[in-house]
């Protein structure tokens, strides 16, 4: 039950695109890693089968939290380089 509470929370999600993105940057790889993920987020979805009233919010914001921290990763990785 624990690991099903950490893959569900937007954290796990979001550090995953915060690391693609300040790694890779904007680069075809990233992209290709990205849309991976994404796919990977819905197909998770699928196999948890239908939301729970309590955990409905943060299962469904690991997705977005994904795209965001990979836009925020290449920010940071632009700046600093």
Sequence with gaps: MEIQRI?????????AGLAIGAALGVTTLSVWLIAIGIGG?????????????K?????FAGGPAFMMAWVLGFIVRALII
């Design 7 to 15: 893959t569900d929370s937007p954290f796990l999600w979001g550090a």
């Design 41 to 53: 987020h819905v197909l998770y979805l699928k196999l948890r089968g239908p939301a729970q009233h």
């Design 55 to 59: 955990t409905e919010g943060l299962l």
